[in-house]
Nanobody, 124 residues
């Protein structure tokens, strides 16, 4: 079972940037597809983006396409979410999730392992 820890959240002004990290406890993490999701109070968790096991492909929600970039460093067992051009509507708790089967999936049901989340707040 892989354990995930997100970091890098914080408060930023609109138009600014943040980089989130998702660190895994096992070197086998390289064999996992990873997704990023976010959730605001009273709303369902929504897909942000995902990266395949070998980092050969990524896909993003339309709302973040062109602003957010997912990458991974398998030597460090870490996946990154680079967020540029942040907007107040990007404010949420951000979660990373991993699956040994799914690769690039957008459904949260595809991911059995989840981190605890990190808060991102974008002020206007």
């Amino acid at each position: 079972q892989v354990q995930l820890v997100e970091s890098g959240g914080g408060l930023v002004q609109a138009g600014g940037s943040l980089s989130l990290s998702c660190a895994a406890s096992q070197s086998t993490f390289r064999g996992y597809g990873v997704g990023w999701f976010r959730q605001t109070p009273g709303k369902e968790r929504e897909f942000v983006g995902a990266i395949s096991r070998g980092a050969t492909s990524t896909n993003y929600a339309d709302s973040v396409k062109g602003r957010f970039t997912i990458s991974r460093d398998n030597a460090k067992n870490t996946v990154y979410l680079q967020m540029n051009g942040l907007k107040p509507e990007d404010t949420a708790v951000y979660y990373c999730a991993a699956s040994p089967v799914a690769s690039g999936a957008s459904s949260q049901r595809a991911y059995p392992y989840w981190g605890q989340g990190t808060q991102v707040t974008v002020s206007s």
